[in-house]
């Protein structure tokens, strides 16, 4: 009997908030391999907040995700049967999977899948410190923001996956390492175990004034660089308390994937300041991957680079894991492990 292949795919666009009818999970058979082509069984899957984006038929950066077909994401996994001789049976490998428990491509187009060494680095972590989350982090901080010793760089979404990379990047490179978090026990994770500076529980703070407040008694010396992954009213806190000539690293605005609107309150303060605003996708600047993942992988193989992961058990339970990580129920890096 040929293999069953479970998948995951976007019924429905949502209205607002994403719900469990926005997918539905289907049954595909795995049909005999052609040549150049390999078959991969997904170990892990990756959700991030992009995705949340994706399900919108709306302009972006990047092309919507179809409705009836597998949805998105970063995957790792291994090579059960190859008809490619680039690849054999127990490669480790890392790929756009998508929400499937098998995936089948052609291998002989570059880049679809890459092989990984587990001897140091654990499979999963390639789909996270050492993957898209640590170099979207590395990008960010390394590129624009650049902090020079004794500046202060504050980030938002602190304990995640993007975010707990920041923060320690910023320290190895003698910068103080300021976060925001949701909740006592995401700060205390981000300070005693990630070692950032400090911490703010933004869910302390019901309004501007007095998150702004909690930055200036955090950051005494002002801010230089900010690495946005939400927006809203965080955005507006730091920018009250951003040095002149400070650096904006705009990575995600996860508070209006709903839909909603952003505004800024004071979006003058760019120019008060004089400060540079750059937006940035991770996976138009594959020129600096390679530096990157040098560096994020030395950090993970010696233990120098902490992260955590929250890992979602099979695939029917990708939604519900997912529709977490928009509401920061996840702390770290969320998986799904798929067998």
């Keep these: 009997m040929s ?36 078959r991969v069984r997904n170990h892990f899957l990756s959700l991030d907040p992009y995705m949340r984006g994706r399900m919108n038929d709306s302009k972006s950066y990047a092309a919507s995700q179809p409705l009836d077909e597998v949805m998105i994401g970063g ?12 690849f054999a049976v127990g490669d480790k490998v890392v790929g756009m999977g998508g929400w499937q428990e098998y995936l089948t491509v052609d ?28 170099v979207t982090a590395w990008y960010g901080l390394v590129k624009i923001i650049n902090p020079k010793a004794g500046e202060t ?19 190895a490179r003698g910068a103080r390492a300021v976060g925001l978090a949701g909740g006592a026990d995401k700060c205390r994770y981000v300070v005693e175990e990630l070692g950032f500076d ?27 660089g900010y690495f946005e992954n939400v927006g809203g009213m965080i955005l507006d806190a ?23 609107p952003i505004p800024m309150a004071a979006p003058q303060l760019i120019l008060v300041n004089r400060m540079k605003v750059e937006g940035f996708i991770v996976s138009e600047h594959m020129d600096v991957w390679p530096e990157a993942l040098k560096e994020l992988g030395t950090l993970v193989a010696t233990g120098k680079l902490k992260y955590r992961e929250s890992v979602a058990q099979g695939i029917a339970s990708a939604p519900e894991a997912f529709m977490g990580l928009l509401k920061g129920k996840n702390f770290g890096k969320q998986l799904v492990k798929l067998n």
Aim: charged residues 15%.
């Design 75 to 86: 995957t790792v996994g291994e090579v059960v049967e190859s008809r490619n001789p680039h």
């Design 3 to 38: 293999p069953i292949n479970r998948q995951i795919v976007l019924a429905s666009r949502p209205k607002g908030e994403v719900t469990p009818d926005n997918f539905r999970l289907v049954e595909a058979v795995l049909a005999p391999l052609a040549d150049g082509q390999v």
């Design 198 to 224: 400090a911490c703010i529980d933004y869910k302390q703070h019901p309004d501007v004034k007095s998150l702004s407040a909690a930055l200036k008694a955090a950051c005494p010396n002002g801010i230089d």
């Design 153 to 171: 760089v504050v980030v938002s979404a602190a304990s995640g996956a993007v975010g707990s990379v920041v923060g320690q990047l910023a320290k």
């Design 238 to 260: 730091v920018l009250l308390r951003a040095n002149a000539f400070s650096r904006v690293a705009m990575c995600g605005m996860i508070s209006g994937y709903d839909g909603q």
């Design 107 to 134: 291998a002989s187009q570059r880049g679809v899948l890459q092989k990984v060494d587990t001897t140091h680095v654990p499979l999963s972590a390639y789909l996270g410190p050492v993957g898209m989350p640590g």
